[in-house]
């Protein structure tokens, strides 16, 4: 199977099982419909960018958004509060600026 075929597999599944539709994940990707459609069938390859905002969203990591086995090990509610948490965070400081970054450290060094 290639890459493409494994993204695809892998984002219809995670689709079905927020039990959202092609318009729904389009809307929450910034993407037409027609590009979902094209991505879900293998026949598109999604950006870097989409890549993030589909684990993002799904609330997954990239490693397991290209598992090939990913789709017969994974239910929605396999991921901790800790590692969703973690990972919505990760979403947040890839695109802040190096001074937000800077701003985000000092502030969870004032949690500790």
Sequence with gaps: ??????????????RDLKKIS??????????SLNAVGRIERGLLSPSLKTIQNICFVCKISASELFDVE???????????????DLLQINSVLVRMTDKEIRQASKLLQALK
Excluded at 22 to 31: P, T
Excluded at 70 to 84: E, G, L, V, Y
């Design 70 to 84: 990913f789709p017969q090990n994974h239910t929605i509610k396999d991921r901790s509060n800790r590692a969703s």
């Design 1 to 14: 199977m290639d890459i493409n075929q494994i993204l695809a597999t892998n984002i219809r599944h995670l």
């Design 22 to 31: 092609q318009a729904q994940l389009a809307e929450e990707l910034d993407l």
